[in-house]
């Protein structure tokens, strides 16, 4: 579960995130959507911490914790926070110097200390998963971009994270390859891993998400089940958004 | 055998133990201690506080823009007059290790800057520290970028010791000077001097390529392609 309340986060004079609420119940995928800007990017990364909130809380399962300006978040409380989630990142962003298995294995060694068989065998069970056993010895470069996403997914969940964020899985590739990362990203929300995501996607989005959020200029604008956002938004900044990328879609499917 | 040859052969064995007992430990010694002055000043331009950072910048501007030669007549005929008194070798020694560091904190800060930020990003939302991520993940791929800058530092460095015959330390270069002046013949000998250089930078330049194949495994990755 993540519950993210009245988080607010500027750079500089400029206000991103203006008093967000949401919520991702326990084995659910909600999708964060919205206009390039609108800091759906910086939500998520305020869940990790990769950003620090000025304002607000963020609660996952059994660990909540408050913001205030100027305050750094204390190092053990961010370290609890990461480990509880796990980050699928646009542009991947797989350690070039390791193997697929080497990414997996990563955070099992280093950050939980695991020994390296035990490691090891985690990591080819969640190869297996995404459907890359075959490449575990393959160096990143030598990987189409559907690969690695489904490499980089595997690495995030090696530490059994409680939720995975994605910041747009599927927008650095092309339909078919990001078809790859959608069916993986399907049967991880089957099995009930709670999913917060950022996508462009409305593939993405209307397959796995029970619920979406709106949101536009750091504010929540609308939210719903997916259905009810994708059939019958009410407010028109969302009609207008939704309307535009499903254009888009059709446009990238017809191509 | 032909005069020069004969020559050649008759003064090699003193000018390869000026070679072997002055040039390759100065070149080692002041390249490893230049290395490890040049990390620590690059960190702390990229992570220090401010005056500290600008105290390291300072450092880079003076031994950039001075010629190293000038450094060493400051360190060994200077410092004296200032009632510091450092033997030639010594004095060499801090002379080049200054000069490597200052010259490797640029090479350094580079590597480790062009690294980029979504491989931090990603080392800590697995969880990893900044020091985690920095040895588990952004050194290993600055190091990668770091061979040929800094290989070329140090093979410039071996040429470079040559200066130090100026502050009196008997290397390679001053032990071939030595000879020329009882032999009065400084073209056989200067070339074999130049010839006992050229074999020790070629050792390098093969360890370089050598250091760069084993660094090629991972198939070449994106952004650090040479
Ligand atoms: N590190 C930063 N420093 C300064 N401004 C930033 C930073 N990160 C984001 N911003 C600003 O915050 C705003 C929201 O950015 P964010 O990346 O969260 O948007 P987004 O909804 O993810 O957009 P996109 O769909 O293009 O990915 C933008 O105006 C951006 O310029
Ligand atoms: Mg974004």
Redesign the interface.
């Known amino acids: 579960m993540i519950r993210l309340t009245g988080i607010e986060k500027r750079f500089g004079l400029n206000k991103v995130l203006k008093g967000v609420d949401v919520v991702v119940p326990a084995g659910s995928v909600t999708a964060l959507i919205g206009p390039s800007g609108s800091g759906k990017s910086t939500l998520l990364r305020c869940v990790?911490l990769?950003e620090a909130p000025d304002a607000g809380e963020v609660e996952i399962d059994d660990v909540r914790l408050s913001f205030r300006a100027g305050e750094r978040p204390r190092?053990d409380a961010v370290?609890t926070l990461?480990?509880k989630?796990?980050?699928v990142?646009q542009?991947f962003?797989?350690?070039?110097?390791r193997t697929a298995l080497g990414n997996v294995m990563?955070?099992l060694v280093?950050?939980?200390g695991w020994r390296p068989d035990r490691a090891r065998d985690r990591a080819m069970a969640l190869l297996d998963k995404v459907g890359m056993a075959h490449k575990a010895e393959a160096?990143?470069?030598?990987l189409s971009g559907g690969q690695q996403q489904r490499v980089a997914i595997a690495?995030?969940l090696?530490?059994s994270p409680r939720v995975l964020l994605c910041d747009e899985p599927t927008s650095a590739l092309d339909p078919k390859l990001a078809a790859e990362v959608v069916d993986v990203l399907r049967t991880l929300a089957h099995e009930g891993v709670t999913m917060l995501m950022a996508t462009h996607d409305l593939r993405l989005a209307s397959t796995i998400a029970r619920n979406v959020v709106f949101l536009d200029d750091g504010l929540v604008v609308e939210e719903g089940t997916a259905r009810a956002m994708f059939t019958a938004p009410r407010d028109s900044r969302t009609r207008s958004f939704i309307a535009h990328i499903t254009e888009t879609a059709v446009h990238a499917w017809t191509d | 055998m032909p005069h020069w040859l004969e020559l050649m052969a008759a003064s090699f064995g003193s000018l390869m133990v000026a070679g072997l007992v002055f040039t390759v430990p100065l070149t080692i010694l002041s390249f490893a201690g230049g290395l490890a002055l040049g990390s620590l000043a690059a960190m702390v331009r990229l992570f220090g506080p401010r005056p500290l950072a600008s105290l390291v910048r300072f450092y880079v501007w003076i031994i950039r823009g001075t010629p190293l030669l000038v450094q060493l007549f400051v360190i060994f005929y200077g410092l004296p007059s200032a009632g510091i008194l450092i033997d030639a070798f010594p004095a060499a020694l801090i002379g080049f290790t200054l000069n490597v560091g200052a010259y490797t904190s640029e090479v350094v800060r580079a590597v480790i800057a062009s690294v980029p930020n979504g491989q931090w990003e990603a080392s800590y939302s697995i969880g990893m520290s900044w020091s985690q991520a920095m040895r588990r993940t952004v050194l290993p791929q600055a190091a990668r970028v770091a061979v040929p800058p800094l290989s070329n530092s140090f093979i410039s460095l071996v040429k470079d010791t040559s200066l130090a015959a100026a502050i009196t330390v008997p290397e390679l270069f001053q032990a071939a000077q030595r000879i020329v002046a009882v032999t009065y013949e400084p073209l056989i000998l200067y070339v074999e001097a130049a010839l006992i250089y050229l074999a020790f930078s070629s050792v390098l330049s093969i360890l370089q390529a050598r250091l760069e194949r084993s660094f090629g495994r991972s198939g070449g990755f994106a952004g650090a392609r040479p």
């Open positions: 990790n990769l190092k370290r990461r480990l989630t796990g980050m990142f542009s962003q797989l350690f070039p110097h990563e955070g280093t950050v939980l160096w990143p470069s030598t690495r995030a090696a530490p």
